[in-house]
């Protein structure tokens, strides 16, 4: 029992460890999540807040590239950089409306996602109608 203990605390000292190396989640998880708020949502919108901040998103093209499903990873609003998770949050000149609509302001931080998991959702949502007119379109 104790070496099974032992084994589990030292595996999950080393996922907390490589966690806190990887820069995307660092900017990510400054501030605590709001469960409280986040447990609100139904099961499809946390499972899809959860794959944004983890830059495991399949709608966004960083991992479809990443995976192999596209030839390359531009993103499809801006056609500017890697359409990543911190590129759709801070970056993407294409949501410049967007984010201000959404979270009262033009520049946002990553730590917005586990800060206001409601405005998330709804940025979110708001990107899938924006690339879904893009995919209708062409």
């Known amino acids: ?10 595996r999950l000292k080393k996922k907390t ?16 999540i709001d ?3 986040e447990n609100a949502l139904d099961n499809k919108m946390r499972k899809d807040i959860r794959r944004f901040r983890s830059t495991h ?9 990443k995976v192999g499903r596209v030839e390359d ?12 998770t911190e590129h759709i949050i ?11 609509e959404i979270f009262n302001d033009r520049i946002v931080e990553m730590d917005i996602m ?7 959702m709804k940025f979110l949502q708001k990107i899938d109608s ?3 007119r893009i995919n209708i379109n062409h």
């Open 57 to 65: 998103a399949p709608k966004f093209k960083y991992w479809q590239h």
């Open 1 to 10: 029992y104790k070496s099974i203990k032992a084994e589990i605390k030292r």
């Open 73 to 84: 990873d531009l993103c499809r609003l801006c056609q500017e950089e890697t359409e990543s």
């Open 90 to 100: 801070k970056h993407c000149p294409a949501l410049t409306k967007s984010r201000e």
């Open 35 to 37: 469960f409280e708020a």
């Open 17 to 32: 460890e490589y966690g806190m190396k990887h820069e995307t989640l660092k900017k990510i998880y400054i501030t605590k």
């Open 114 to 120: 586990v800060k206001e998991p409601n405005k998330l």
């Open 130 to 132: 924006i690339i879904n």
